[in-house]
């Protein structure tokens, strides 16, 4: 057949070859490339604009609210829900009241004995639809316990405890979980506007504890802050009771502001700082999670193209005995490799990334060496050096507004970052107040401060207004830190795309090259 064809024929035949086989290319590209974009707009584009569009609504909601609280007073609403009123029959309304019999003997006897430790107590109440209620809460003594239900207009039947009680439940009602900074915001937001409105700080916290009742812990905790506050605790030492729940930085901020007298202050201001952490965050974690998702996107094609379709090819190639060029024996040596041991290098890397990160969160020396690597390579070192200075900055610049004591600052600022590289910058700056030495000292010539920083801060011990020169410092770095992820960004995704299609264009065209000599054969 190859005889009968002609010059003309030949030459129609070669070019219909090579473009079918662009064609293919072509098409091969575009599904991969319009994938990528597709698999982009329903991951990433999509979990933004849900996330932007929900933060949105929420801040909507809380200046509204804000503003309404504000301007008038609550009101009741015109219609009320009729409420169910519970009825019972009369053996159990006299076992409620033997109950409430033996309650008010132990209140006049060992029940009104405060412990030294707090424990877990059961209690069993009806509440004003006459609907028992069961429950736990943590507090020193029965009669504490049961002046707290009263006020909050129980009827009490029984409080008990015990060390079995205690095991059962002392974990799930003191060790409340850490507040998310989204709930903090809210919260803080929430509480500041109903003390301007004029509401107790005690039935503001009791509102908060209904509008917050999704989680029992949560609720939980707030039930015991309010009961804290009824026998008479401080705000800052009710939020300390709840262990990790509250950050140190707040608590603290709350304490000196009992002191002064600015707590509706502290608590907007809390709120504001939270509220530009939260952003800043959110911005680290946008130029973190673009370049992965598509990183791991171009290797999952990568690996589709090598494991499902070269072995198609390799069969052509096995029939035709076609000769191959070092690049297509090393890529389909490579497929073959991945077909055998695909579960075993996903283990492996699993496995991998599990190690990682435990060591990263567990030892100390090695998240100091893969910070220290990090801080060192271009653009990734802008971004942590940046949103570092930007955090630190912001809060210190809170501490000493708040007449909060230098060496408490530097002890709180030391836990809010888990950047090892300054937490010794911070150590050293408490050793260099120890020794009467200035702040910055700490800072000179360190190649994780950039000297903008360092002289900003000079500036601010020599005028005596370090604080307003700490927030001008957190605001100048919290624009660089915006512009170099907004940078990162815009450049990330064409050079992505074009290293994907680099690759898979150079897969291809080796996979090609043996079929044009499959065609020198048959010419």
Known sequence: MEQSLTPNEKKVWYIQFLSFFKNIFLVIFSIFSYAFIGVKACTYDLFVYLYNSTSWRLDKAYKRTKEALGNQELKEPVKKKKEKVYNYSAKTLAKLEQEYQELVKDLQTTGATRSKEVNVYYFKVRDKNGKIIKGTMNG????????????????????????????????????????????????????????????????????????????????????????????????????????????????????????????????????????????????????????????????????????VIIPKFVDIYEQNNIELNGLTAFIIKLSAFLQSNIVIIILLIILAVIVLVVSYKNIKAFRRSMQTMLMHIPVIKDIMIYNELAIFTKTFASLLRNNVFITESIDILSKITNNEIYKSILFRTINNIVKGEKISEAFKDHWAVPDV??????????????????????????????????????????ILISFLALVVGGIIIAVLVPMFGMYGQIM
């Open 453 to 494: 920083a360092y002289f900003m801060i000079v500036t601010g011990e020599s005028t005596g207004e370090l604080d307003n020169m700490m927030q001008k410092v957190s605001e100048y770095y919290q624009g660089l830190h915006r512009n170099v992820v907004n940078n990162l960004k815009a450049f990330i995704e064409p």
């Open 140 to 307: 020193l003594s029965k009669l504490d316990i049961n002046a707290f239900l009263v006020n909050e207009g129980y009827s009490v039947y029984s409080i008990k405890t015990s060390p079995m009680i205690n095991f059962l439940y002392k974990e799930s009602s003191i060790g409340s979980p850490k507040m998310k900074t989204k709930e903090l915001i809210f919260w803080l937001t929430q509480l500041s506007t109903y003390l301007k409105a004029g509401i107790t700080l005690n039935e503001s916290v009791k509102i908060l504890t209904k509008q917050m009742s999704s989680s029992k812990s949560k609720a939980r905790a707030f039930q015991a802050i309010s009961y804290e506050l009824t026998l008479g605790s401080s705000f800052s030492a009710a939020l300390e009771k709840q262990g990790s729940m509250f950050p140190a930085l707040l608590i603290n901020m709350i304490k000196a502001a009992e002191a002064s007298g600015t707590l509706v202050e502290t608590l907007e201001d809390m709120g504001s700082y939270y509220t530009e952490i939260d952003e800043t965050k959110k911005q680290m974690k946008s130029a973190m999670t673009y370049p992965l998702i598509i990183s791991i996107f171009a290797i999952v094609v990568v690996a589709f193209i090598l494991v």
